[in-house]
Structure formats: C-alpha cells, structure tokens
C-alpha cells in the first residue's frame, strides 16, 4: 500500500533552516506530482508547494515564495522541502501527499 513518511522536523530558531524529507513507497514515485502541505493549530491545511513527476514545474504559496524549496529524487523515491529564512508562523506539522494519500506529518517549531 501506499506509505509516506515524513522527517527533518525540529525546533529551529526565526531564521534558521530545515530540509524535510518525505520517503515514499507502495506506488511508482517517478510518475506523480509530490505535494507538501502544512497545517498550524486552530487553522486549515495549507498547500505548501508542489513539483512535477520530472521536476520540471514546481509552485509554491506566496507565504513560503523565496524562502522553501521543494525538489525530488526519483531515484530514491523521496521528496525534500529546504525551508531557509524561518519565521514563527511557519510553525505547523508538515505533510507530503501524493495519489490521495498522507503521511504522518513531521513538526516545525520555530521559536527563539
């Protein structure tokens, strides 16, 4: 079945930078569109960014534009999300998704 599981979140200071990382099985990586979402207490899940089956096209929300970069490797059947230039409001749990599914989700807490 399909599995995605999440990693790399931590408690980070305002400025500092993650890379999640999301490893992926149970279907054919290579073919799909990866997604990362992030969802903040009290709030609705967000649509962080998004890359293409090939990497050609990736889309970010204008909250994270400049700052999060989402890149792949069909290789290793795992999906990254370089987050650099934290702020508190990035504080949220971090989920991949593809083919209808989800992961578990990793924490990003960023606090001083």
């Known amino acids: 079945q399909v599995q995605l599981v999440e990693s790399g979140g931590a408690l980070v200071q305002p400025g500092g930078s993650l890379r999640l990382s999301c490893a992926a099985s149970?279907?054919?990586?290579?073919?799909?569109?990866m997604y990362w979402y992030r969802q903040a207490p009290k709030k609705a899940r967000e649509l962080v960014a998004t890359?293409?089956?090939?990497?050609?096209?990736?889309n970010y929300a204008d909250s994270v534009k400049g700052r999060f970069t989402i890149s792949r490797d069909n290789h290793k059947n795992t999906v990254y999300l370089q987050m650099n230039g934290l702020k508190p409001e990035d504080t949220a749990t971090y989920y991949c998704?593809?083919?209808?599914?989800w992961g578990r989700g990793t924490q990003v807490t960023v606090s001083s």
């Open positions: 998704s593809a083919v209808n599914a």
């Open positions: 149970g279907f054919t990586f290579s073919r799909y569109i």
């Open positions: 890359i293409s089956s090939t990497s050609a096209s990736t």
